[in-house]
């Protein structure tokens, strides 16, 4: 795929809407109206389509960003103080910008942002002599339902800090903050995937990102012709992190094992099925191994079927994936399942399957327009029938990107 040059962070402008206006209020209600007026910044969410776990090892992915994100309130303060709120948050958290460096990870919500602010002064930013900012973070994306809230909020601060420091940052320099800010100070092993979609989103395209050299191109999906919907489980992911680094390991662990026997391949994604069904390894690192390796030729079929306008024969894709998540990779739990059998049933559904990192969070789906409500119906019906909770049914449009918001 053609590498294509990073735009300008500041490139898109994020229309005026009753959400951001209602973020602005509530800043001032936190942080008082004195003083110049806040500057708004938004980063939306992912829906990851196809390419289920393959973003760590160098596959291709589909994500598609959504008109729900991280809202982010900066305001410049001239005592040094980096101060971090959040109307989603009960606590908040302080620092001195000259002690950045000695910063270290608390497990709390903070850590993201505080992680982008270390990243951008490791890498020359002068945060330290500044004068400080105060950080007001909001919005509409479900935390902990595999719609990538972390690369959302490491996106719009970065995003936040460029604009308050006039730092001139493009995206790929703000996607390489993020990642340090959730890979090592975090300490999530993720991939490149969630930052990209969420930096280069564009309304009306799926990403086609290419894991294995970070070259990326844009795909139509028809947004008056299909619809896509998220059903949110309830089920928070408390195993997520250990069960993803566990993944992450065992992934490894194949590529180890596989790659000598396979010239020429760089990551596990490229190691020809062959080469695996003629190697002996422990079962469960085998299931791994193979799910990969059978994911990424599902991603591929599904690219080629949506670049020549056959929706049905890519979202067709996401069902295989699931079943290859529940059975192989073994990251889904019976309510996720549940929705993807409605969806199966369903003649209005093209395509679903489980999105994130697994273990609780979402069902993603693509549907003919006008599906919306009978399916979320019977969705709601099945899952209370079986699991007592009711989940919650969204259907997005796509985002128009990472940007200031003007009001």
């Avoid at 393959?54 to 809202?71: H, K, Q």
């Avoid at 390894?281 to 599904?302: G, K, S, W």
């Amino acid at each position: 795929m053609e590498v294509q040059p990073p735009p300008s962070l500041a490139a898109v402008s994020i229309p005026t809407e009753a959400r951001f206006a209602a973020h602005h209020r509530s800043f001032l209600e936190r942080f008082g109206s004195g003083g110049s007026p806040p500057r708004l910044f938004f980063a939306p969410g992912r829906i990851n389509l196809m390419g289920a776990h393959l973003d760590y090892n160098g596959g291709p992915v589909m994500p598609m960003a959504i008109d729900r994100g991280t809202f982010l309130a900066l305001r410049p303060r001239t005592d040094g103080l980096l101060v971090l709120a959040s109307s989603r948050e009960a606590e908040g958290h302080e620092l001195h910008l000259s002690e950045l460096g000695e910063a270290s990870s608390s497990g709390r919500w903070w850590d993201y942002p505080v992680g982008v602010a270390k990243a951008l002064a490791d890498a020359g930013a002068e945060l330290g002599t500044s004068g400080g900012f105060d950080l007001y973070f909001g919005g509409d994306l479900p935390v902990g339902a595999g719609l990538s809230s972390s690369a959302s909020i490491t996106l719009v601060t970065a995003l936040a800090l460029d604009a308050g420091l006039d730092l001139q940052l493009d995206v790929e320099a703000a996607i390489v903050a993020a990642l340090w800010a959730e890979r090592e100070y975090v300490g999530v092993h993720c991939g490149i995937m969630d930052p990209y979609a969420v930096g280069f989103a564009r309304p009306g395209r799926v990403l086609l990102l290419d894991c294995s050299d970070s070259s990326w191109q844009h795909l139509p999906l028809d947004g008056k012709r299909y619809s896509v919907g998220i059903v949110d489980t309830g089920v928070r992911r408390e195993l997520a992190r250990g069960e993803f680094n566990l993944r992450v390991a065992q992934c490894a662990q194949a590529f180890e094992a596989l790659g000598p026997a396979a010239p020429g391949a760089t990551c596990l994604a490229e190691v020809p099925l062959e080469v695996l069904e003629g190697a002996r390894l422990e079962p469960v690192v085998a299931r791994r191994a193979r799910h990969v390796i059978e994911e990424t030729a599902r991603t591929f079929a599904a690219s080629a079927a949506l670049q020549r306008g056959d929706v049905g024969g890519f979202a067709g894709e996401m069902f295989a994936a699931h079943h290859s998540l529940r059975d192989l990779f073994e990251v889904s739990i019976p309510e996720l399942d549940t929705i993807v059998e409605v969806a199966e049933a369903h003649s209005g559904v093209l395509g679903a399957r489980l999105t994130g990192a697994g273990f609780g969070g979402c069902v993603a789906a693509i549907l003919e327009a006008g599906s919306e409500d009978d399916f979320a119906e019977q969705v709601r019906a099945l899952h209370v029938q079986r699991h007592v909770r009711e989940p919650q049914v969204a259907f997005y449009q796509g985002s128009p990107g990472l940007g200031e918001v003007g009001l």
